[in-house]
């Protein structure tokens, strides 16, 4: 969920994940492991990066309830 709600804000401001990884200062792959395996979950730190790339917050990122003017 975390990974279909970051790809969504990728694609709203044109950008691939892997640039949101580069500009986030995140390994490459990082955020694409998060969709892929159940298993890999994201640190804090690594959501908190993600969501200041995008100008959200954290709890918006882990909430797929949540409504925001960015995601409409």
Known sequence: MI???????ADLNEVS???VERDSGLSN???SKWGRT????P?????K???DYFGVSV???L????????MK
């Not at 909430?63 to 960015?70: A, E, F, L, M, Y």
Request: aromatic fraction near 8%.
């Open 3 to 9: 990974y279909q709600r970051i790809k969504k804000l």
């Open 38 to 41: 159940a298993n890999q979950t």
């Open 59 to 61: 709890d918006f990122l």
């Open 29 to 31: 792959g990082a955020i």
């Open 49 to 51: 990066k993600v969501a």
């Open 17 to 19: 994940i892997y640039r």
């Open 63 to 70: 909430d797929s309830k949540q409504k925001n003017k960015v």
């Open 43 to 47: 640190s804090s730190e690594s959501l």
